[in-house]
């Protein structure tokens, strides 16, 4: 039986929402849930269900980070949060993975304090599934890294291919690297670097890369970024997203006839809403630590808490924390025959 | 009056358009207009059109450049072509600016090789007019500079301002820096770095930095960014555009009832596609060479070369040009006075 722990103070709508997702999600998989936070409030939000034979234990964590606050003070001044408290569950063989829809930046100072890095791991970076014309694909990093060496994604490349054969049951997934052309020449210097490094890599079902037009149409099932631009796609999408469907609801109402049809579509229009919810891909991974911490984002709703702890369950269940450690050790070994070990 | 270059040749739909929009063009507005390029495939074109009393003079250039060719060695190779003849017209004073909608790279390489730098500019910066809630704002770099510093950024500010106030009529237009997020600490090394000096920038309404979020919300008039991300950006929203709209009719299409809606809503949805399209401001321009220069979409039609061609006169009439040397000449004295010319 696998072991969670969620961070119950963490998201927009916590601890009503989060404790609900997890409520239905002991149900539906039987598994244990640690819920941590504030104990007296989550207790409160339990008595609203009926939670006879499942396995929530609450776990007291006095302290709140907010959306607001600067994560990597707040972590170290507050040592009760959540984050913190639970990650130690994790690290201490209590629990199996880690799950929090708060503060991203809190989390990655969290983990990063408790788990330690992998060691021969350059930097951990922040992946989450990305929707594409033929289903899904993996982004990374989406923001842990903004300042990028080109070795860096060369690792990054090996770790998201694991989790992405963990995750979207991808056998050898094709991994590209992010550019804003394919023409020779295009690219900036980290990129031009990063391809003649993955290029003359070992192991790596590397396809060389891709724009955002390959990537959107599901080129590849890996696409490696630096952490800023790929942090700037994933919020050019949501602030491109919004802003068409805001254009096309002006026209829609503008005309009353147009109104009367858009009406008869609006179950097309909720399906499409829904394919493009974040709810079922809505937990990324931090990867590259000796602890496996998912992330979601803060408007999660109970559905979404659930995907999340379901998506989390998963990585647990495909050992996706041993196969990164195994890859390293391997990576480590290929560098050092070659003589270039650092 | 006015008279423009154009660049018979370029786009995916020339001569037949380029030539039609120009006779269009030349019509309403009485201006000149030099068409540039094969000169048999030109009158061929123009033959099709009524184009008594209009001024249309044709400039042979035998060589092409296509879309797939790298720009620089081309333009190097074939001399002939007619971004470099049509350019020499301007910098001789035949004609006051130039318009390609071809090969954006040999755009830039022909346009430095002709025109050169105003002197004192570090980087010539590629800006578009971009969409947003309220209107347009403009963006750029959007792809002539992949690795930038900071003092270039902080130059492109005051540039395209003025391009912002001759462009979209905006006085003192709002500055800011992209960025993934606006909390301390956010941001690459560059993005930092430029923040404190924009800061300290004198005659430049600096705002500070805004997320992808804030700019679709038009909370800028100006936008300015890494050529390298400006690039993704714009080619990440046309993507994301079309996937959008690939969902919401697969969905459709799925869903009879909806079908028939949607066919009512069509208006809407057209009306919605012509908002988006980026004809109306499809004339990006090349800031900071000693000529002016204007670069559109390769899939510009006939409406879509109509309406670059009037941006471009309309950028003559501000005195786009000469403002942007006055500003460069006011930013070095600044510079020199600081006692840090470089």
Redesign the interface.
């Known amino acids: 039986m696998i072991k969670l722990v969620l961070d119950a103070m963490g998201g927009d709508f916590s601890p009503a929402e989060t404790v609900a997702g997890a409520v239905d999600y002991a149900r539906d998989s039987g598994h244990t849930i640690f819920l941590v936070g504030q104990s007296a409030a989550i207790e409160e939000e339990l008595a609203k269900h009926d939670i006879s034979g499942l396995n929530l234990p609450v776990v007291e964590a006095p302290d709140i980070i907010s959306m607001s606050e ?1 994560p ?1 003070m707040a972590v170290r001044r507050k040592k009760n949060n959540p984050m913190v408290v639970g990650m130690k569950l994790v690290r201490d063989g209590e629990a199996d993975a880690f799950f929090s829809a708060g503060n991203t ?1 809190a989390v990655l100072t969290s983990g990063h304090m408790v788990f330690r890095r992998i060691r021969g791991v350059h930097r951990a970076v922040l992946t989450t599934p990305f ?3 033929k289903g899904l694909h993996v982004l990374g990093d989406i ?1 842990a890294n ?2 990028c060496r080109a070795e860096w994604l060369v690792q990054w490349g090996h770790l998201l291919a694991i989790y992405a054969e963990a995750r979207l049951n991808i056998q050898s997934p094709r991994v590209a690297l ?1 550019s ?2 394919e ?7 980290l ?1 031009r670097e990063t391809q003649a490094l993955m290029a003359a890599e070992k192991d790596l079902n590397y396809i060389g890369v891709v ?3 390959e ?2 149409a599901g080129e590849a099932d890996v696409v490696v970024v ?1 952490g ?2 790929g ?3 994933i ?14 609801r ?3 109402l ?2 009353p ?13 909720k ?2 809403g829904a ?2 919810d974040d709810k079922e891909y809505g937990a990324g991974m931090l990867l590259g630590l000796n602890g496996l911490v998912t992330i979601g984002h803060g408007r999660a709703k109970r559905d979404g808490i659930y995907f999340a702890l379901k998506a989390t369950a998963q990585l647990v269940d495909a050992n996706i924390l041993q196969k990164t450690q195994a890859k390293i050790e391997t990576l480590m070994q290929q560098q050092s025959e070659r003589g270039d070990a650092s």
């Open positions: 600067k990597a930046g929707p594409n014309d923001g903004t300042d992010l804003n052309g023409e020779e020449g295009k690219g900036n210097d990129v724009e955002p037009k990537m959107m630096d800023f631009t942090n700037v796609i919020k050019t999408s949501e602030a491109i997203a919004k802003y068409l469907l805001n254009v096309l002006q026209e829609i503008a005309r006839l147009a109104k009367a049809g858009a009406a008869l579509a609006k179950p097309a229009f399906a499409a394919r493009l």
